[in-house]
């Protein structure tokens, strides 16, 4: 591995699996070859993928009512109201801040109105 002696294993292997990838996208044989630690190439065949042997290997769940919620007409009506009382703090939450930021602006706003009829009455 000197300047004038490079190692070109790494070269070779990224060759096949480029070459090996390139065969797999253009429908090749399904033959994969591989560099081994030793940086020989070997071929390994690949087995063919058919949808129908996959699909009758695969194993649905089954349905399982057990795991269902029923709800009863007062269940179902209180989670209603509670669904609405959560709503509705949500937007007096909301309101809140900007409502106060309005009533001190409002404030400061009559102070100053205040302030400069003294002033006025000052300067009389």
């Given at each position: 591995?000197?300047?004038?002696?490079?190692?070109?294993?790494?070269?070779?292997?990224?060759?096949?699996?480029?070459?090996?990838?390139?065969?797999?996208?253009?429908g090749g044989?399904?033959?994969?070859?591989?560099?081994?630690?030793?940086?020989?190439?070997?071929?390994?065949?690949?087995?063919?993928?058919?949808?129908?042997?996959?699909?009758?290997?695969?194993?649905?769940?089954?349905?399982?009512?057990?795991?269902?919620?029923?709800?009863?007409?007062?269940?179902?009506?209180?989670?209603?109201?509670?669904k609405k009382?959560?709503?509705?703090?949500?937007?007096?939450?909301?309101?809140?801040?900007?409502?106060?930021?309005?009533?001190?602006?409002?404030?400061?706003?009559?102070?100053?109105?205040?302030?400069?009829?003294?002033?006025?009455?000052?300067?009389?």
């Amino acid at each position: 591995e000197t300047s004038e002696h490079p190692d070109t294993t790494i070269g070779y292997e990224g060759r096949a699996k480029v070459e090996a990838r390139l065969r797999q996208l253009e429908g090749g044989d399904g033959t994969v070859i591989l560099a081994n630690k030793d940086g020989k190439l070997t071929a390994a065949k690949t087995a063919k993928y058919v949808p129908t042997a996959a699909k009758a290997s695969a194993v649905a769940p089954a349905y399982n009512d057990a795991s269902d919620m029923v709800l009863d007409e007062k269940e179902k009506k209180s989670a209603k109201k509670d669904k609405k009382k959560r709503k509705a703090e949500e937007e007096n939450d909301d309101e809140a801040p900007a409502k106060k930021a309005k009533k001190e602006k409002k404030e400061k706003k009559e102070k100053k109105s205040k302030k400069e009829k003294k002033e006025k009455k000052s300067k009389k």
